[in-house]
């Protein structure tokens, strides 16, 4: 259960769970693939802003510049670590290429975990701003991604 009464913690392992259970919904992974590859967007801080909203938990546009800046230590090693993986998929074993995608998964749980830790620090506002990804996506200039990432059917 999440827990956010403005005096207890944040959980890792509640946004982690949740963070599986959303990426596997129908198009999630597309438009998260997307957004990091096409619009050099953070996956986990773009799921992070979902998991907020869902909870209806507010922080405030500024705070997302300072999660931004959590990421920073964890992007130099995931972003060159992706590079070389996606790489060597063409010439790894099955088995070894498993293995470097687990390592990157690795790496993608210490971020949370780096985007929670910053979280826990940040003041906890009251009202419900239930934004915070559509403000990343148009940031990005990927608001046509964003109901996808969000798991909407697309209407017409």
């Known amino acids: ?27 999630v992974q597309e438009a998260c693939l997307t957004l990091q590859d096409t ?6 801080l773009a799921l992070l802003l979902i998991w907020l909203d869902e909870h209806t938990i507010s922080i405030t546009a500024s705070n ?3 999660l931004i800046d ?8 995931i972003q060159p670590y992706r590079a070389l993986r996606k790489q060597a998929k063409t010439y790894l074993p099955t088995e070894l290429y498993q293995q470097h995608l687990q390592f990157e998964l690795t790496l993608e749980r210490q971020q949370q975990q780096d985007l929670i830790n ?22 990005l ?16």
């Open 39 to 44: 619009y050099q967007g953070n996956v986990n």
């Open 64 to 66: 997302i510049s300072t």
């Open 141 to 156: 200039g990927a608001q046509s991604l964003l109901s996808a990432l969000l798991a909407q059917p697309v209407t017409k």
């Open 1 to 27: 259960m999440l827990q956010h009464a403005s005096h207890m913690p944040f959980s890792h392992d509640d946004f982690w769970q949740f963070s599986l259970n959303h990426y596997r919904k129908k198009g």
């Open 118 to 139: 910053r979280l826990n620090q940040l003041p906890r506002s009251g009202a419900n701003n239930s934004a915070l990804l559509s403000h990343y996506c148009q940031h």
């Open 70 to 77: 959590a990421l920073a230590p964890s992007q130099t090693l």
